[in-house]
C-alpha cells in the first residue's frame, strides 16, 4: 500500500470519525418543561428480575434488553423449559407488551425486534439430531409467527430477525430484544 493510499485511508478514517461523534447532535430531541432532557437516558423498570442490563429510553427510542418468558412474573409463575413452547411465546409477548407501555409507547410504535428461540434442554430430553434439531426450530418458528401477528395492528408488525440459539438465561425458550419509538414519554420521578 502506497503512502499516498495510506493517507487518503486514515483522511477518510478521520472524517467518518467526526461524523460519526456528530451523529447524536444531529437527532437531539426538544423536549417539554418537566421531561428528560433530550439525550438523556431513562431506567425502565422491568419487573421483579434482577436485571444485568436494563431497557431505557435515549433520544426517544425505547431500548428493550432482553425480555423473556418468565420477565415481569413472581417466582411462583415461572415457566419451565419443559412447558408448551407457545405459553413462552404468549408471556415474552406480553411481557414485551407491558415493557413498551410502561416506556410511553406501544406495540405499533416497535420499530425493531431480535427474536432468539432455543430448545428445551434439560436432562430429561435428550439432545436431537441435526435434522431434528432443524424440524423443531420450523416449528417453533411457525408457532411464533402464529401468535406474534396477533400483537399488532394490520401491516404494523416492526422489522424482525428471528435466530435459534444453544440457550436463553431464565428458563425461557424465547428471548425478544429490540427497539421503539416513544409517544408519550412517562412522566418524570417525582423528587422525594
Known sequence: MGSDTRRSFVGRIA????????VPKLFAQQTAPGTPAAGASQNIPTGDAPRRGSSHTHNG???VSGTGANDGYPKDDHVLVTDP???HVTRTMDALKRSVERAGSNMDSIIHLDVFLC???ADTIPMPTA?????AHKAQYDALNKIYGTYFSPGKAPSRACMAVEWIPGDSLIEIVGSALVVTPPAPPADK
Open 85 to 87: 413452547f407457545e405459553k
Open 131 to 135: 435434522k431434528a434439531r432443524f424440524d
Open 15 to 22: 472524517a467518518l470519525t467526526t461524523f460519526l461523534s456528530a
Open 61 to 63: 427510542i425505547y431500548y
Open 119 to 121: 430448545l428445551p434442554l
